[in-house]
Each structure stands twice: as structure tokens, then as C-alpha cells.
Antibody, heavy 123, light 111 residues
Framework: QVQLVQSGAEVKKPGSSVKVSCKAS????????ISWVRQAPGQGLEWMGR????????NYAQNFQGRVTITADKSTSTAYMELSSLRSEDTAMYYC????????????????WGQGTLVTVSS | QSALTQPASVSGSPGQSITISCTGT?????????VSWYQQHPGKAPKLMIY???NRPSGVSNRFSGSKSGNTASLTISGLQAIDEADYYC???????????FGTGTKVTVL
């Protein structure tokens, strides 16, 4: 079973960008898609987008289109999420989550999850 | 794409059964059998409890079950225990360009 380990907490200024990493270990990176999910303090979960690393195909939620970029480095089994033009409302915990990729379709459920990365946007 | 609708809170006594609903549209919950449920304890990452509406992953207690009728999916917890106290979220695949939509979340309290 693959495990996902995320990079550490970040503090950013409004208007800047943040890049969070998610490294897979213990399994086959190419067998998964990686989604990113955001959770603002005291709020619910929000799907941001995903990448199919083996195909280098991305999909983004409408709410984040144009501001989020998801990439993957197959050589290091690591996915990245970069969010630009940060504002205070982007202060949140960011999770990566894996979805099994059969080679033709995804299973459409998320397991495993990373431990989360807290991004704080403050002047 | 609007979030799926869940009750804000559900409570029950130990040993009782509770059901959490997750209401969407024919473009998401009603159109696909790709509804999954997640349990989240405070300060922890979500944990998969049910996938494909009714299936339980290995290691998840059989006290958890899922179902769907029309545009509403449901998670039932039977034999409620203190450890079940957590937030629960549904998520569905959707035909919109935003591929997945989460529910609003339900806080389960064990009285």
C-alpha cells in the first residue's frame, strides 16, 4: 500500500505563491492519480484538482482554475501543488490523496491520504 | 458546482444506529455509483469508510454501511460507539469539469 508524505507547514505573504509536495513510497506511483483537497479552519473539504502522473494529465476544479498548478515528477514519485496569488482565505490545511489508476480509468475514491500541510497566509 | 448537502450534525446514544444523508443531483450522486464516505477525527486526515456507494474497505468495521436512493446517498453507523464521534464527509464524482464534489460535512456526536 502506497503511503503519501507531505512537505512541512508554510507561512506566506498575500500575493505570493506556495508549492506543496506529496511523496509516495511503498507502492507504485504510476498506479495512482493524486488529488489535492483543501480544508479551511473549521470548514469542510474541497477538491482542488488532480494529476494522472503516468499520463501527465491534469484536471482542476472550477473554483481554482487559473490559480492552481498540479505537477508530478515520476522519477521521485512526488506530486506538487502550487497555488498562486495567495490571499488570507487560502489559509488552510492542504491534503494530497491517492486514487487507484487501472490504466484506463480511476476508481473514484481516495485512499491513502497525506498527513496534510498547513499553509498560513498573513501579512 | 455546489457542495452536496449533509445535515450539520447527527447524534445518538451508544449502541444506537444513525444515518447521515448526502443529497446531490442527477449530475453527481444520482448519476453515478461513485459515492464514497470519509471519517475525520480532529486534527487528522480523512479516512475512507465506504466506496462505490456500498463497499467497505478492508479493516473498516462492518458497523458502517452505505446505500443510495435517487439523488441521495446515506451512511449508516450501527451499534454507535464513542470512537465513532467524528466528522463525516461524502464525495461524489460529477459530470461537471470539477470532477468531484464533497458534501458539507456532518458532525456525529455520541451522547
Amino acid at each position: 500500500q502506497v503511503q503519501l508524505v507531505q512537505s512541512g507547514a508554510e507561512v506566506k505573504k498575500p500575493g505570493s505563491s506556495v508549492k506543496v509536495s506529496c511523496k509516495a513510497s511503498g507502492g507504485t506511483f504510476s498506479s495512482y492519480t493524486i488529488s489535492w483537497v483543501r480544508q479551511a479552519p473549521g470548514q469542510g473539504l474541497e477538491w482542488m484538482g488532480r494529476i494522472i502522473p503516468i499520463l501527465d494529465i491534469t484536471n482542476y476544479a472550477q473554483n481554482f482554475q487559473g490559480r492552481v498548478t498540479i505537477t508530478a515528477d515520476k522519477s521521485t514519485s512526488t506530486a506538487y501543488m502550487e497555488l498562486s496569488s495567495l490571499r488570507s482565505e487560502d489559509t488552510a490545511m492542504y491534503y494530497c490523496a491517492g486514487d487507484f489508476w487501472s490504466g484506463y480509468y480511476t476508481y473514484n475514491w481516495f485512499d491513502p491520504w497525506g498527513q496534510g500541510t498547513l499553509v498560513t497566509v498573513s501579512s | 458546482q455546489s457542495a452536496l448537502t449533509q445535515p450539520a450534525s447527527v447524534s445518538g446514544s451508544p449502541g444506537q444506529s444513525i444515518t447521515i444523508s448526502c443529497t446531490g443531483t442527477s449530475s453527481d450522486v444520482g448519476g453515478y455509483n461513485y459515492v464514497s464516505w470519509y471519517q475525520q477525527h480532529p486534527g487528522k486526515a480523512p479516512k475512507l469508510m465506504i466506496y462505490d456507494v456500498t463497499n467497505r474497505p478492508s479493516g473498516v468495521s462492518n458497523r458502517f454501511s452505505g446505500s443510495k436512493s435517487g439523488n441521495t446517498a446515506s451512511l449508516t453507523i450501527s451499534g454507535l460507539q464513542a470512537i465513532d464521534e467524528a466528522d463525516y464527509y461524502c464525495i461524489s464524482y460529477t459530470s461537471s469539469s470539477t470532477l468531484y464534489v464533497f458534501g458539507t460535512g456532518t458532525k456525529v456526536t455520541v451522547l
